[in-house]
């Protein structure tokens, strides 16, 4: 089946820079998938962070345009997300998601099946 596997949170301080991975497996490729990382701050709801769509299409939230960057490693079928200047704002619990059918996604987590268990992201002042 298929499967999602976070890695590469941990605790930085303001400023700092963190990437995070998401191993998918259970497919021959992610090639044609729409991807994506979403996060969760404590007693807050899940928002998206950054898409990736099979052309390489890219989609920030606004709060992190500039700072962070999604990409696509097609042959080792993993996601990932490049986070510099990080800020206590961007703490949270970081997740990816993806969706197989084919068609374009968004920053809605309605477009996605599939998802991983996540990975704790901490940023102190």
């Known amino acids: 089946q298929v499967q999602l596997v976070e890695s590469g949170g941990g605790s930085v301080q303001a400023g700092g820079s963190l990437r995070l991975s998401c191993q998918t497996s259970?497919?021959?490729?992610?090639?044609?998938?729409?991807m994506g990382w979403f996060r969760q701050a404590a007693g807050k709801e899940r928002e998206g962070v950054a898409v990736?769509?099979?052309?390489?299409?890219?989609v920030y939230a606004d709060s992190v345009k500039g700072r962070f960057t999604i990409s696509k490693d097609n042959a080792e079928n993993t996601l990932y997300l490049q986070m510099d200047s990080l800020k206590p704002e961007d703490t949270a619990m970081y997740y990816c998601?993806?969706?197989?059918?084919?068609?374009?996604?968004?920053?809605?987590?309605?477009?996605?099946?599939?998802w991983g268990q996540g990975t704790q992201v901490i940023v102190s002042s």
């Open positions: 998601a993806a969706n197989f059918a084919g068609r374009w996604v968004g920053l809605s987590p309605r477009d996605y099946y599939f």
């Open positions: 259970g497919v021959s490729t992610i090639r044609y998938a729409g």
């Open positions: 990736v769509n099979r052309e390489s299409d890219t």
